[in-house]
């Protein structure tokens, strides 16, 4: 594997359910990030991740969960979401955090019923 | 605050010329991305900005003004895989705020 990758990458879930989406990169960097991307939107910036310590929490609900056991993974942890919650969820990493290329993964499909 | 703007789409034909126009007004600025996300796929780097002036690379080229707070990326000799949304971002304490990215449609 090469570059940033997710699982899953389709995800239906009800209101009542809790799911973690995973996040892994292979590129040896120090920074990972959670981006919410809705229709017609900006992609939004949830979570930063520095050498696994969380850096930033951009005013996130609490259903949304993130967890970075090491440098190399992210998750981010789901329950009693509501249907606008729906989204594309992006991890990506950078080198370090602040003014770095970021990598994108391909995203999670997220659907909330 | 924070306000990021790009036009919502645009079209052109394959063969020509381009210009993407972002502007931006942010409390801070350690240099702007441009991004290509290709509908159903992850953004992807194309070019970063961090003095006036003009960054060229192959096809593609980008041009930043500080003090009016303006960007644009130039995409020379469209071709038809360039069909995409193309997303203006402002790197600021470590973040990245991004706009609502521009859909390009290029037309045979």
Same mark, same amino acid.
């Given at each position: 594997?090469?570059?940033?990758?997710?699982?899953?990458?389709?995800?239906?879930?009800?209101?009542?359910?809790?799911?973690?989406?995973?996040?892994?990169?292979?590129?040896?960097?120090?920074?990972?990030?959670?981006?919410?991307?809705?229709?017609?939107?900006?992609?939004?910036?949830?979570?930063?991740?520095?050498?696994?310590?969380?850096?930033?929490?951009?005013?996130?609900?609490?259903?949304?969960?993130?967890?970075?056991?090491?440098?190399?993974?992210?998750?981010?942890?789901?329950?009693?979401?509501?249907?606008?919650?729906?989204?594309?969820?992006?991890?990506?990493?950078?080198?370090?955090?602040?003014?770095?290329?970021?990598?994108?993964?391909?995203?999670?499909?997220?659907?909330?019923? | 605050?924070?306000?990021?703007?790009?036009?919502?789409?645009?079209?052109?034909?394959?063969?020509?010329?381009?210009?993407?126009?972002?502007?931006?007004?942010?409390?801070?600025?350690?240099?702007?991305?441009?991004?290509?996300?290709?509908?159903?796929?992850?953004?992807?780097?194309? =070019? $970063?900005?961090? !003095?006036?002036? *003009?960054?060229? +690379?192959?096809?593609? &080229?980008?041009?930043?003004?500080? @003090?009016?707070?303006? =960007? $644009?990326?130039? !995409?020379?000799? *469209?071709?038809? +895989?360039?069909?995409? &949304?193309?997303?203006?971002?402002? @790197?600021?304490?470590?973040?990245?705020?991004?706009?609502?990215?521009?859909?390009?449609?290029?037309?045979?």
């Amino acid at each position: 594997e090469t570059g940033v990758t997710q699982t899953p990458r389709h995800l239906v879930m009800g209101m009542t359910n809790k799911k973690s989406l995973k996040c892994e990169q292979h590129l040896g960097h120090n920074a990972m990030y959670w981006y919410k991307q809705s229709a017609k939107k900006p992609l939004e910036l949830m979570f930063v991740y520095s050498l696994e310590e969380r850096v930033e929490n951009n005013s996130v609900p609490s259903r949304f969960s993130p967890e970075c056991p090491n440098s190399s993974h992210l998750f981010l942890h789901l329950h009693t979401l509501q249907p606008e919650d729906s989204a594309l969820y992006l991890c990506a990493s950078s080198q370090v955090t602040g003014a770095y290329e970021q990598y994108f993964g391909p995203g999670t499909r997220l659907t909330v019923t | 605050g924070q306000n990021i703007d790009q036009p919502t789409e645009m079209t052109a034909t394959e063969g020509a010329i381009v210009q993407i126009n972002c502007t931006y007004q942010t409390s801070g600025f350690n240099g702007l991305f441009w991004y290509q996300q290709h509908a159903g796929e992850a953004p992807t780097f194309l =070019s $970063y900005n961090v !003095l006036d002036g *003009l960054e060229e +690379k192959g096809r593609f &080229s980008s041009f930043l003004s500080r @003090s009016k707070g303006y =960007s $644009y990326l130039l !995409l020379k000799e *469209l071709q038809m +895989k360039d069909s995409a &949304s193309y997303l203006c971002a402002v @790197s600021n304490t470590g973040k990245l705020i991004f706009g609502q990215g521009t859909t390009l449609q290029v037309k045979p």
